[in-house]
């Protein structure tokens, strides 16, 4: 294990250095935004078990609001960050508290919708710059206003918040929440009887999530200096992270990472050969993966990985 | 008295599945409830537990009034239930699950692992511990159910056919468990179908038809009891007796 994780760190430290040049650096940074997304998701949908399939909701205030405090006062894009993650938490509160009484699909039914309503009304909303949305500054004023032409920075930027991410992660496993996390998933009722306080822990779970996949949109918007609706709200940001952690591993430290590690290069891969001809494709791409892990393997890669090696060890 | 059950009564629409029942049991007692299937036992039981809310009536737990308290808060005061159908975490290790428990009463991981380790010991779970809960048969899964409550401390457990579907060696240890845990101080309310269990440990019986209690007592009275004889196999039972 701690020979497994100092050969992961290594491998993402020295990345950059090993495939050299801004095509592979761009790949790198888009497979960390994607880590860093769907670990953030993983925490209430994958060790919980709420199934969100409107984190975008989240994604696009921590996108919007940096490049929104730059068009209305000026300010450095990152000053944005710490308003955007407590608008997220203020919005996991407001959808957890009613839907987290109820059972079932009614929090991910409530998620698609409130993430939807979002995005139709910042499409119409002139000050967020409607359907044409936001830009930041198109040359940096400084290094405060985070703006590199190299991806370079970007890249251990974003290194650095997944590396807090993935700790904070591991300490929540190994800690009570952690273990009524997956109580509730295995079985809320039971869970309830051994004394979990269901409701608020789910509510915990959402808030903590919503913080990161904020200032995952927030790394997102910082570094593409650009935001308009479908990129920070839409559906297929909220179903890229869950099909990246679902692919992984829900529910497990790691299961993202993997995820991401091919997810992020198969799309990479699919623009390529396809270009601007194939731009429906990454939603076929999302649904096949959808069925075959439905039909396949629930668990993900993860689960893959252990009944394989459970089976060879048999041998 | 440390729980008093006065008046309970439970209606789903027009059917009243409960009706006007009055439990006390004291500390330390084992308390048996039997009857017919459909005789409200469950329902009755779900109430004290505090999975569902009684329609009518009141419950007190030593001097609290939990009535319409949750599962969790019920658990928290001490009252700690097995399920009919095991719900134990079926992803999570035997250990695991009994740490869930085990964090009711100690909230650092340190010492919650500590009455979880003394707890797979105590029932017998020990070897396996680090097996998921769901390579375990149906004997296993009973013993990591009441495993799981014992960690959370109770003062008071309620035992929902907790022994049902055992063979008869499994059974006699099952039997033996429930005595260990009873010595640990811990008062016990068993609904049980097999006769064995309630006449081996209950030092009371009510037995429940049609949401009513229709006797009490010591469990050989109960059992030559008329009104339960004739609750179990019906009003022309006399006819076939030889």
């Known amino acids: 294990m701690k020979w497994g994780l100092l050969t992961i760190a290594a491998a993402l430290l020295l990345y950059p250095f090993i495939l050299t040049g801004p095509f592979y650096w761009d790949i790198g940074v888009a497979f960390l935004l994607a880590a860093i997304s769907a670990s953030a998701w993983n925490i209430v949908g994958g060790y919980a078990g709420q199934v969100s399939v409107g984190h975008s909701m989240f994604f696009g205030v921590g996108a919007y609001m940096p490049l929104l405090f730059f068009s209305l006062w000026k300010l450095p894009p990152v000053a944005g960050v710490p308003a955007a993650i407590l608008l997220s938490l203020a919005l996991a509160v407001v959808i957890g508290m009613p839907t987290f009484r109820l059972q079932g699909h009614y929090f991910s039914m409530a998620t698609i919708a409130v993430a939807e309503l979002i995005r139709i009304f910042v499409g119409t909303w002139d000050l967020v710059g409607a359907a044409i949305g936001l830009q930041g500054p198109a040359v940096g004023r400084g290094w405060w206003d985070l703006t590199f032409r190299s991806e370079l920075p970007y890249y251990y930027m974003f290194l650095g918040v997944l590396a807090v991410l993935l700790y904070l992660t591991f300490e929540v496993q190994r800690s009570r929440f952690g273990y009524y996390l997956r109580s509730i998933k295995a079985d809320e009722r039971a869970a309830r009887s051994l004394g979990v306080p269901v409701r608020w822990t789910k509510l915990k779970a959402l808030m903590l999530s919503a913080a990161f996949t904020s200032v995952a949109g927030s790394l997102y918007s910082l570094k593409t200096g650009f935001i308009d609706p479908d990129s920070g709200f839409g559906i297929l940001v909220s179903v890229q992270l869950l099909i990246v952690a679902a692919l992984g591993g829900a529910g497990t430290l790691f299961g993202p990472l993997v995820g991401a590690l091919v997810l992020v290069p198969l799309q990479t891969a699919t623009n390529t050969w396809f270009g601007a001809s194939g731009s429906g494709l990454t939603y076929i791409l999302y649904g096949g993966i959808i069925i075959l892990l439905a039909r396949f393997e629930p668990g993900g890669l993860h689960e893959l990985y252990h009944r394989i090696s459970a089976q060879l060890l048999r041998r | ?242």
């Open chain 2, 1 to 242: 008295m440390l729980l008093s059950a006065q008046g309970i009564a439970k209606v789903f629409g027009n059917f009243r599945a409960v009706s006007g029942v009055n439990l006390s049991v004291e500390e330390g007692e084992i308390v048996g409830l039997i009857g017919p299937n459909g005789a409200g036992k469950s329902t009755f039981f779900n109430c004290i537990a505090g999975d569902m809310s009684p329609s009518e009536g009141r419950i007190v737990f030593a001097g609290a009034d939990l009535t319409h308290a949750t599962a969790e808060a019920h658990a928290r005061v001490g009252i700690g239930r097995t399920f009919q159908v095991p719900a134990t975490f079926e992803d999570m290790t035997i250990l695991d699950n009994v740490l869930v428990g085990a964090f009711l009463r100690h909230p650092h991981r340190g010492d919650a692992l500590a009455t979880a380790l003394e707890i797979v010991e105590f029932t017998g779970l020990a070897e396996q511990r680090n097996q998921r809960a769901r390579s375990l048969g149906t004997p296993g899964r009973k013993r990591l159910e009441i495993a799981r409550v014992l960690a959370t401390g109770p003062r008071l457990m309620l035992l929902d056919e907790v022994l049902a579907g055992l063979n008869p060696t499994e059974l006699r240890a099952g039997i033996d468990l429930l005595r260990r845990v009873h010595t640990r101080g811990i008062t016990l309310v068993i609904v049980e179908h097999i006769m064995e269990v309630i006449m081996t440990l209950a030092e009371r019986v009510l037995v429940f038809n049609q949401g009513r209690v229709i006797a009490q007592g010591k469990p050989s009275d109960v059992i030559r009891d008329e009104a339960v004889i004739e609750a179990y196999l019906g009003r022309g039972h006399r006819k076939y007796r030889p």
